[in-house]
């Protein structure tokens, strides 16, 4: 299997992976806000946030590039993360993005695609090459498509788990989900003439100008996987169509605390909690590996027990 480190490598080729900065998302804001979960949650999961009560939460907004200075107004990938402290004090993460599936079944395939995509002459004759050893990839491509699409803000669009998680509850009964994060505001894009004219920022300035009108809410919810939907395989689409609302998140403005002075805040899927279990994902549990190796390039510093099992 492909280590976390040529991984980097491969992000960084494909022109990403700065030094001092996330491998990908690293352009993001923080925001403060809080999560209070419905009464039928309990249900699906004994996991502490999901009791009813209200938590805080952190929640970043990024562009999915892994050049800091992206403009807000090109196509891209958007990602919400979200960072739940429970009542003893620790934490759970979210990891959603606006790609409902991701690009290849491993980390292998992933990386193999970082490398098809690296700029240069040959760029076009390596895609296709790609194509032709992924061909499953051609009919992702309208999702992929749908998810760079440049939203009017980060309020309104809807943001996807792409790994299936084990929600076990109270009684035993368990089951696996998707996350989903529903805008309770109206979705909304710009065109590519609109957008032009928007700043680089745009999207972090008509936030914050939002939050001055009062809070931000999302609706989390999960999708309920069936029995051909593959808990593995987070570039297949699920076919079942159970959806549970199970909390809503409110964001009520900017955090302006966290990451300074040595501070460093990751949001791993893998951060589960009690009455959450990860699947057996092989791209999910490589991902603590790959943030390991991305928080040594950007400042340094060995996660050490900070990081889940992988």
Partial sequence: MVTPDEAIEAIRGAGGAQPGCRALHAKGT????????????????RAKHFDGSTVPALIRFSNGAGNPKQRDNVPGVRGMAVKFTLPDGSTTDVSTQTARLFVSSTPDGFVDLLKAMRPGLTTPLRMAKHFLRHPRLLGALPVLRDANKIPASYATIGYHGLHAFRWVADD???????YHMVPAATESYLSAAAAHGEAPDFLTDELNSRLDGGPVRFHYRVQIGGPTDSTVDPSAPWQSTQIATVGTLEITGPETEREHGGDIVVFDPMRVTDGIEPSDDPVLHFRTLAYSASVKLRTGVDRGAEAPPA
Avoid at 172 to 178: E, K, N, P, W
């Fill in 30 to 45: 923080l925001y403060r806000g809080t999560f209070t979960a419905t009464p039928d949650a309990v249900m699906l999961t």
């Fill in 172 to 178: 035993g009964s368990a089951r696996f989900v998707r």
